[in-house]
């Protein structure tokens, strides 16, 4: 349980000590917070002895006396706000008027209790100052999760459109200059490395697509009744040439029609991407098997190749976002390192999960369970 730090500021010795002792078996919960706050409780008698306190351990909430001794609790109030501290205040005074509420609402106080007050009421205080503190925790966090996203997806689409574009650039140069000699035939082999290197590029600008699509896109947006049985044929005969390329056998092992509530875009990603790795990572003359079913209350899609497998340290890193798995069998397979990632959050979005099973030289079994609504 994480505690917060309450500092009491109050003279009256009485009033100090029974904040402490309610404070002290007192928890707060929400059914969004992963964890209950309890508290750790501070005592200051005067302003001066509180500003001292908060300039070395400041707190996260103040619970603030207006009439005190020497500086008042407004005064008090005014210096953390001219300090830009970050600390919840709740004011605490027998002098309740509203010009008072307002003045310390003015200055950044959440709450406003005037006394006497019972232990409820100061638990109540409590509770929505703490729930404060979380929203405002959960907000930074997301704000800083939001630029360290922008900041990967600009690296990783400079690095990864610069080495392609480049070498467009030789090649268009080669052919410019008649490096190769006269004839159209001569070119063809950089014309097929000009077009590998464009399939790439697209395929890390459609990867980024998606994946701003699924973070900022509420799934409820444009939900309807898809037949899984039908997008996944949609999904196979899309895959297809891609694996005829490689001599890949690509089997649709699913059996009667399914039926799931979702965006048909969210249920095409997962699919395109679940066939394509599963093309990629193969062997030539390998086989990639598909089947959509229901079981038990949930419907299971699963992807079966006969590729290189992976180990269980490669698996446990496999989605998280711009992680690609790297040895010398991965070497010159393109990729963004989102598509796994990509798949996973579209099935949280509707309530599942992906499990994964795969042996090295072997091949992998991807299995996306998702909840019949």
């Not at 798995?325 to 509707?350: C, H, P």
Request: glycine share 8%; proline share 3%.
């Amino acid at each position: 349980m994480e505690k917060l730090s309450v500092l009491v500021v109050d003279d009256e010795a009485g009033i100090r000590s029974g904040v402490t002792r309610i404070l002290a078996g007192h928890s707060v919960s929400f059914p969004f917070m992963d964890d209950d706050y309890g508290f750790e409780c501070l005592e200051a008698s005067t302003g001066e002895e509180a500003l001292e306190m908060i300039g070395s351990h400041p707190p996260d909430i103040l619970l603030l006396d207006n009439k005190l001794p020497g500086i008042t609790g407004m005064e008090v109030l005014e210096i953390i706000q001219q300090r830009k501290l970050d600390i919840s205040v709740a004011m605490i005074t027998s002098y309740a008027s509203l010009e008072v509420a307002a003045r310390a609402t003015d200055d950044g106080a959440q709450d406003f209790i005037p006394k006497p007050f019972t232990p409820m009421e100061l638990k109540a205080s409590i509770d929505l100052i703490s729930k404060q503190i979380f929203l405002k925790r959960i907000t930074c966090k997301m704000k800083e999760e939001g630029k360290k996203i922008r900041y990967q997806f600009l690296s990783v689409l400079s690095h990864e459109l610069k080495s392609p574009l480049n070498a467009l650039e030789g090649y268009l140069d080669i052919m410019k200059n008649r490096e190769l000699g006269e004839k159209m035939e001569d070119y063809d082999q950089v014309l097929d490395q000009s077009k590998h290197r464009i399939e790439g590029m697209r395929s890390l600008i459609m990867d980024l697509l998606d994946f701003t699509k699924i973070r900022l896109e509420k799934k409820e947006d444009k939900i309807e009744r898809v037949n899984l049985k039908e997008r996944a044929s949609l999904a196979l005969s899309t895959i297809n040439p891609m694996a005829i390329q490689r001599n890949i056998t690509v089997l649709n092992k699913g059996g009667d029609e399914v039926w799931f509530e979702a965006n048909p875009s969210d249920l095409d990603i997962m699919l395109n991407n679940l066939l394509s790795n599963a093309v990629k990572y193969n062997r030539d003359n390998g086989v990639v098997e598909m089947s959509v079913g229901k079981k038990e209350g949930t419907v299971e899609i699963v992807v079966r190749d006969t590729g290189i497998g992976m180990s269980d340290q490669e698996i446990s890193q496999l989605f998280r976002e711009f992680v690609r798995i790297k040895n010398k069998q991965t070497r010159g397979i393109t990729g963004s390192g989102l598509g796994l990632s990509i798949v996973s959050k579209i099935a949280e979005l509707y309530g599942g999960f992906i499990q994964v099973k795969s042996e090295p030289d072997k091949g992998s079994e991807f299995r996306v369970i998702l909840p019949v609504q």
